[in-house]
């Protein structure tokens, strides 16, 4: 699993579901974790974090956002070669095939679909960083 | 007066009815660990807004529009807030309204999801939440499909939908 020092960044505009990812995320060992309330303004803290040397190394967003949308931020990093490799889960309550496509397309990490408990949270995480591992591993 | 004109309205079809049950019973089940059981759904002639706080999202399934309503009683929400968060706040403050826009958000998208699967096309939508009175805009101000819903120590909350007329 990630170590517990990893760097979340936590962007949904609802508070409750922020506080409530925390909540999990807290559980789990992991309290490193900075929020923000939409895509707009979650893109510039990750360029800002990756400028300043203390890049965020996992980012969980929610989908539908006003503003910038969960999935626009995740096209925005994929589109930057410094955030091609940045492990990123949408959260979100659609759960419809043609989401779900959209997201791997555009290179989605995980996908978590709302209502969720902090069980499922764990294993998408533990997924990612699955992922994340075989990658590194391949490219040793 | 007469018997209600939409009652044949799709937005009150069976198979709508129990997409919007189970997405409050899986929501709250799920992110409050709270068994919610439905009463008897029916139909009014006139919207009334049945709880104290309410989370209101505009329906979008071409060509058929509406409002989906979920309201609480203050008790009830205040323990359902205490029941997700481990939190007493005591009072509908902005944190437990927030709450209710997130589980509006979680109980539309996943009757959505369903309801898509069945050959609607509802659009996604943001909630918007209102303490005390709520006014919907005249065209859908009349009849309205009523499901409540009781949990611990006869709790109540209720889903509205209304039509555009």
């Given at each position: 699993m990630?170590p ?19 909540k999990v995320?807290s559980e789990l ?5 900075t929020?923000?309330?939409?895509g707009?303004t979650g893109?510039?803290?990750i360029?800002?974090?990756?400028a300043?040397n203390?890049?965020?190394?996992f980012v969980i967003s929610d989908?539908?956002?006003p503003?910038?949308?969960?999935i626009d931020?995740?096209?925005?990093c994929?589109?930057d070669a410094r955030?091609?490799a ?8 659609e759960s ?7 997201a791997a ?6 996908y978590?679909v709302k209502?969720f408990?902090s069980?499922?949270l764990?294993?998408k995480?533990e ?6 591992s075989t990658?590194t591993?391949k490219a040793a | 007066?007469g018997?209600p004109?939409?009652?044949?309205h799709?937005l009150?079809e069976?198979k709508?009815?129990?997409a919007?049950?189970?997405g409050?019973?899986?929501?709250l ?6 068994t919610v059981?439905?009463g008897?759904?029916?139909i ?6 049945k ?8 329906l979008?399934?071409p ?6 309503i979920?309201?609480f009683t203050?008790?009830a929400?205040l323990?359902?807030?205490k029941?997700?968060?481990g939190e007493?706040?005591?009072?509908i403050n902005s944190?437990?309204?927030d709450a209710i826009g997130e589980i509006?958000?979680m109980?539309y ?6 309801l898509?699967q069945?050959?609607y ?5 943001l ?7 709520y ?19 006869d709790?109540q909350l ?8």
């Amino acid at each position: 699993m990630f170590p517990k020092e990893t760097k979340f960044l936590v962007i949904d505009d609802f508070a409750t579901m922020r506080k409530i990812i925390k909540k999990v995320l807290s559980e789990l060992g992991y309290t490193n974790v900075t929020e923000a309330d939409d895509g707009a303004t979650g893109w510039p803290l990750i360029q800002q974090a990756h400028a300043s040397n203390e890049p965020f190394q996992f980012v969980i967003s929610d989908w539908n956002m006003p503003q910038m949308q969960g999935i626009d931020l995740l096209k925005h990093c994929r589109a930057d070669a410094r955030f091609k490799a940045l492990p990123f889960m949408l959260v979100t309550a659609e759960s419809e095939q043609k989401q779900i496509l959209e997201a791997a397309k555009a290179g989605v990490s995980n996908y978590v679909v709302k209502p969720f408990n902090s069980v499922t949270l764990k294993q998408k995480l533990e997924q990612v960083y699955a992922k994340v591992s075989t990658s590194t591993a391949k490219a040793a | 007066m007469g018997a209600p004109k939409l009652e044949g309205h799709p937005l009150f079809e069976k198979k709508t009815i129990e997409a919007f049950i189970k997405g409050i019973q899986d929501t709250l089940g799920t992110m409050a660990s709270t068994t919610v059981k439905n009463g008897r759904p029916h139909i009014e002639n006139h919207f009334e807004m049945k709880g104290d706080v309410a989370a209101i999202v505009g329906l979008v399934a071409p060509p058929l529009k509406g409002n989906f309503i979920i309201s609480f009683t203050k008790q009830a929400m205040l323990q359902i807030y205490k029941n997700m968060l481990g939190e007493e706040p005591g009072e509908i403050n902005s944190e437990v309204k927030d709450a209710i826009g997130e589980i509006a958000n979680m109980v539309y998208g996943s009757s959505k999801t369903l309801l898509n699967q069945d050959g609607y096309n509802f659009q996604m939508a943001l909630p918007t939440v209102v303490l005390g009175e709520y006014f919907p805009a005249k065209d859908h101000q009349g009849v309205t499909l009523v499901i409540p819903f009781s949990f611990e120590n006869d709790q109540q909350l209720f889903v509205q939908i209304t039509v555009n007329t």
